[in-house]
């Protein structure tokens, strides 16, 4: 399975930005999907994850409220929807994909890594 994310960008504080990543694998509808970041120095950190049908989101608490995350199984594509950025947003975003339908918000639960796409926040 390879994992292509795309989207980032540079993006003033309060504005938007969309991240994809798209799936080479076959069991893509099968998989719950995740997103992490890692700003300069930092570990990396649990965004949010998304199960295989789209039925259940979970976000960690400094996203919620302003980022989404969908899927279209249809195109192998999960999306990571960005407003009101603020520049701790500032960070490499990777997407992951599990061997199951069900993940939390652990790296371990996630067996497939997208190389990430940069997110800077300008204030």
């Known amino acids: 399975v390879q994992l292509q994310a795309s989207g980032g960008g540079l993006a003033q504080a309060r504005g938007s930005l969309t991240l994809s990543c798209t799936s080479s694998?076959?069991?893509?509808?099968?998989?719950?999907m995740g997103w992490f970041r890692q700003a300069p120095g930092r570990e990396r950190e649990f965004v949010g994850r998304i199960t295989r049908n789209g039925g259940s989101l979970y976000y960690a608490d400094s996203v919620k409220d302003r980022f989404t995350i969908s899927r279209d199984n249809a195109k192998n594509t999960v999306y990571l929807q960005m407003n009101g950025l603020k520049p701790e947003d500032t960070a490499v975003y990777l997407c992951a994909a599990s061997k199951t339908y069900y993940t939390g918000s652990s790296s371990w639960e996630y067996d497939y890594w997208g190389q990430g796409t940069l997110v800077t926040v300008s204030s």
């Open positions: 694998g076959r069991t893509f509808s099968s998989s719950a």
